[in-house]
T-cell receptor, first 113, second 111 residues
Framework: DTAVSQTPKYLVTQMGNDKSIKCEQN?????MYWYKQDSKKFLKIMFS???????INETVPNRFSPKSPDKAHLNLHINSLELGDSAVYFC????????????FGEGSRLTVL | GNSVTQMEGPVTLSEEAFLTINCTYTATGYPSLFWYVQYPGEGLQLLLKATKADDKGSNKGFEATYRKETTSFHLEKGSVQVSDSAVYFC??????????FGKGTTLSVSS
């Protein structure tokens, strides 16, 4: 059983399109995250939710909109995709907000053409 | 602000060589420190952690000691294997902040 699962694993799309990435965790954690990893492997936090409530919203264009229907799911919707959005997006979860022990999904590689 | 600085890679070693990957940090208060590992095509996994000064985290033959006086958390392994080839990330978590990662160091071990 995969602890943190993301779909799709690969996504290739044209500039200007809208796409979504879904994330589910079965660990019973109350906090979920989205991280973006660029081509140089640099990881940056985008959003964090605790019990469906947004607690971290870094400087991210408002074309990116996270949604957490329940504490086991955190989806990421991206409008009007741009070339610079090409990256690997990682979902992660943790128990509590103060821990640094995150469990990561396998990533979703987004390529914008 | 809080930040993590890792040595630039890639690091290329022969099997059974000694590994050190340097990591230093800047943070207010007393952060917790972590090493994560990312194998090719996978997500990150926690490798080890230390939550207070002088703590030593260890796992799978890797070790790192939380040194407050030098604000460092260097990763070491006495004898690397080909299977250790991966990207290693140093990270910190300070009060009220998300986990912050360094830029990652790619390790390549050849037989």
């Amino acid at each position: 059983d995969t602890a943190v699962s993301q779909t799709p694993k690969y996504l290739v799309t044209q500039m200007g399109n809208d796409k979504s990435i879904k994330c589910e965790q079965n660990l019973g954690h109350d906090t979920m995250y989205w991280y973006k990893q660029d081509s140089k492997k640099f990881l940056k936090i985008m959003f964090s939710y605790n019990n469906k409530e947004l607690i971290i919203n870094e400087t991210v264009p408002n074309r990116f909109s996270p949604k957490s229907p329940d504490k086991a799911h955190l989806n990421l919707h991206i409008n009007s995709l741009e070339l610079g959005d090409s990256a690997v997006y990682f979902c992660a979860s943790s128990q509590g907000q103060i821990t640094g022990e995150l469990f990561f999904g396998e990533g979703s590689r987004l390529t914008v053409l | 602000g809080n930040s993590v600085t890792q040595m630039e890679g890639p690091v290329t070693l022969s099997e059974e060589a000694f590994l050190t990957i340097n990591c230093t940090y800047t943070a207010t208060g007393y952060p917790s420190l972590f090493w994560y590992v990312q194998y090719p095509g996978e997500g990150l996994q926690l490798l080890l952690k230390a939550t207070k000064a002088d703590d030593k985290g260890s796992n799978k033959g890797f070790e790192a000691t939380y040194r407050k006086e030098t604000t460092s958390f260097h990763l070491e392994k006495g004898s690397v294997q080909v299977s250790d080839s991966a990207v290693y990330f140093c990270a910190l978590r300070a009060a009220g902040t998300a986990l912050i990662f360094g830029k990652g160091t790619t390790l390549s071990v050849s037989s």
